[in-house]
């Protein structure tokens, strides 16, 4: 057999950034594979990976695991299919490196040769985005925050159009200019980055992810997907890394609201700030719009007496209501005082679903 066509689970923490797929014995058998060898993996793109053997409780379950960086340069998500193959591979003999965008870099000295231990021997293809693991970077500072790793995207590679494995003989060459149309607010943020929550991850996948991913199967059961989710627990406790998690899975626009910066000091600018944020994600479709402090924002009417806070709660029911891409368009609120949220809200349509 020359591939096989194989459903993605999510990695084990311990592989996240390894760059490592994990096969089962009988896939390996079919695919005369051994430990160690390079496969290519195609989803909506193609890309790379060292293969391992799954661990005996994966055998025979028909699944493959990977973790968000390789799902995210194969162009898949947790629950679909890839192909899988032995890859034919070249040794690269220069690799060009950038952060993507949003992230600032400031290299140190010997940071090309640092980076280049790093990932010796790793699999990759031109456009991947290479994980570096950040405590081996200390030359290297970085504004990105969110997991252990620091996105890389491999922006020119020589040769062009191969599987390639750095080498002894790999030049490599880092530029601090970022590369558009890479976040780096939520790449490299996954559900491996998140400990602890797998509950919480899953009931937010299903009401998420899945209609953002798939609006025909909702639209086919003639079934509304939720528009609004509250999350809500005590600072630190993993919210705003979920949301940006779902929104790098089902690879979303994801639009980020801080509840107390959006109130503005001049009459309608803070309605103005949020009409334009909820067009900004109805243009860029699917979106993700994430409002840390969403009680800062939309306190109880009955409680507040300035006139600020009630015109910025009834500009965000208005918009919730409008919401013409319903499905594509979710808005998550984030609070550790969800009593203190104004209750019109809370109503269907509107933020209908709650997760502690």
Not at 167 to 180: A, F, M, N, S
């Amino acid at each position: 057999m020359d591939e096989v066509q194989i459903k993605v689970e999510k990695a084990h923490p311990n592989d996240f950034g390894r760059g490592i797929v994990r096969l089962d014995p009988t896939t390996l058998l079919s695919l005369q594979l051994s430990p160690g060898d390079i496969v290519e993996i195609e989803g909506k793109r193609k890309t790379a990976a060292k293969v391992w053997r799954a661990e005996r409780q994966d055998w025979g379950q028909g699944i493959v695991r990977i973790d968000g960086f390789i799902r995210q340069n194969a162009g898949v998500g947790i629950g679909e299919r890839i192909t899988i193959r032995k890859a034919e591979v070249e040794t690269a003999t220069k690799v060009v490196l950038a952060p993507p965008e949003g992230v600032t870099m400031e290299f140190g000295d010997h940071i090309n040769e640092i980076i280049k231990r790093n990932i010796m021997k790793r699999p990759l293809v031109e456009g991947d985005v290479v994980p570096i693991i950040s405590s081996m970077t200390q030359p290297m500072s970085t504004q990105m925050s969110g997991g252990q790793a620091i996105p890389l995207i491999a922006v020119e590679t020589e040769p062009t159009d191969a599987i390639l494995i750095i080498g002894d003989i790999t030049e490599i060459e880092l530029r601090q200019k970022p590369v558009r149309g890479y976040d780096g607010a939520t790449r490299g943020v996954t559900y491996e980055d998140i400990g602890g929550l797998g509950s919480e991850i899953q009931r937010v996948r299903e009401m998420i992810e899945l209609p953002l991913k798939h609006p025909e199967l909702f639209q086919r059961l003639n079934i509304d997907p939720p528009k609004g989710i509250i999350l809500y627990g005590p600072p630190g406790t993993g919210k705003t890394l979920i949301a940006k998690a779902v929104a790098n899975e089902s690879r979303a626009n994801f639009l980020y609201i801080a509840g107390p910066e959006i109130m503005g000091k001049y009459y309608g600018e803070s309605e103005e700030r949020i009409r334009k944020i909820f067009e900004e994600a109805e243009d860029n479709a699917p979106s993700i719009i994430f409002i840390d402090e969403i009680d800062s924002i939309a306190p109880k009417r009955q409680n507040v007496t300035g006139e600020v806070e009630r015109r910025v709660v009834a500009q965000l029911l208005t918009m919730m209501d409008g919401l013409e891409e319903r499905g594509q368009v979710v808005v998550i609120g984030a609070t550790n005082r969800l009593d203190a949220i104004d209750p019109a809200l809370r109503r269907p349509g509107r933020f209908d679903r709650e997760i502690e």
